[in-house]
């Protein structure tokens, strides 16, 4: 409790005068308004001027400054961690995940081994923190595969892995188990697709959902993408997302390994080339460059750095890489670290003009 300078209005004009002493910013926001049968009580930060008071007096007639015991309002808990607080031990608080990525409606966290046992704690806490989640699932394994999938434990909410993502006004149905997805790469989306030009033909060839390929035919009337992805289920989702967005006209899907499709049916015909696969992408360097046209394109080189090495020799390897195609890379307007994937290590990006 504390006592503090005020303002005493009568109650037909409390909400006028909470708004007037707001906008003079003299409404002390951290107490609790009091009120009795005839009048409200508004804490003030301090004493109003004389130019002050007759502004609120032109909204609040017969108000007067006045001194008043007022309560402070409880801080609203806005973090998964402050829920925690009370419930876990110091060094246990220490070792709680930082960062949580949101799909959809789920919520995916990384739960430290000396936390494993408290992984539904954890889980319900992010759900109560988060109102717009009804998920929670805690990563159990690293991603691997031909397919780029991870294992996950459901820790609070739906037994689900499946979702609808909101990303740069498309939508997207995601199933984490089935097919890779990171909203992380978000602005990488944005960045590529606001680089195609009108009339261009673009090759995405590890489409997965579609994330690179639907908002590209989002953003641009004439344009054609040919998604390619070996994963069944991920085409199976991309087709989905195809027509949820309705791009079914401009985003052709293709499933099957990008150097076969390269060689079957797209052989010259790219004006640019999505390379999201930093795990393997240097082995498919002389497919992108097959599939560029005769005169060159664009290229979107994705792969990971680790701190023993640099942004310029991830740029040699590359350039060496199209070289050996018998392509040539003529400038590499733009390369940067993309996001951390693990300790000491980074994916990259570089985006490559090659003739």
Request: net charge positive; glycine share 4%; with cysteine.
């Amino acid at each position: 409790m504390k006592k503090r300078v005020c303002l005493k209005v009568p109650k037909r004009y409390g909400e006028k005068a909470i708004v007037a002493a707001n906008k003079l910013k003299i409404f002390d926001r951290a107490l609790k308004v009091q009120r009795d049968e005839g009048f409200v009580y508004i804490p003030l930060i301090r004493r109003p001027s004389e130019k002050e008071f007759e502004t609120l007096r032109n909204q609040a007639p017969n108000c007067s400054v006045s001194t008043n015991i007022f309560s402070e309002k409880k801080k609203p808990i806005t973090t998964f961690v402050e829920l925690l607080a009370d419930k876990l031990p110091p060094h246990l608080l220490a070792s709680l995940p930082r960062s949580i990525d949101f799909v959809g409606d789920i919520a995916i966290v990384e739960v430290p081994p000396e936390l494993e046992t408290r992984k539904e704690l954890i889980g319900e806490a992010i759900l109560k923190a988060h109102k717009n989640v009804h998920t929670v699932l805690a990563k159990a394994g690293a991603v691997s595969g031909t397919y780029r999938l991870r294992k996950f434990d459901v820790i609070a909410g739906e037994p689900k892995t499946e979702t609808v993502h909101k990303e740069h006004g498309c939508r997207y149905c995601v199933d984490l188990a089935k097919a890779y997805f990171s909203p992380r790469l978000s602005y990488e989306h944005n960045r590529v697709a606001s680089l195609v030009k009108e009339g261009e033909t673009v090759v995405d060839f590890f489409a997965g959902v579609g994330p690179f390929s639907i908002l590209i035919a989002k953003k641009h009337e004439k344009v054609k993408v040919y998604a390619i992805d070996v994963n069944p289920n991920a085409i199976e989702l991309l087709n989905k997302n195809i027509r949820l967005n309705k791009v079914h006209n401009k985003v052709h899907p293709i499933l099957g390994d990008a150097k076969k499709i390269v060689e079957k049916r797209l052989f010259s015909v790219a004006d640019r080339v999505i390379m999201n696969l930093p795990e393997k992408a240097i082995e498919f360097v002389d497919a992108a460059c097959k599939a560029l046209k005769p005169e060159g394109g664009t290229v979107h080189f994705y792969s990971f750095v680790k701190a023993s090495d640099s942004m310029g020799n991830l740029t040699q390897k590359f350039v060496s890489a199209v070289e050996s195609s018998g392509r040539t890379v003529e400038k590499v307007p733009f390369s940067r670290l993309v996001r951390a994937t693990a300790p000491y290590e980074w994916q990259a990006v570089l985006d490559a003009e090659i003739r």
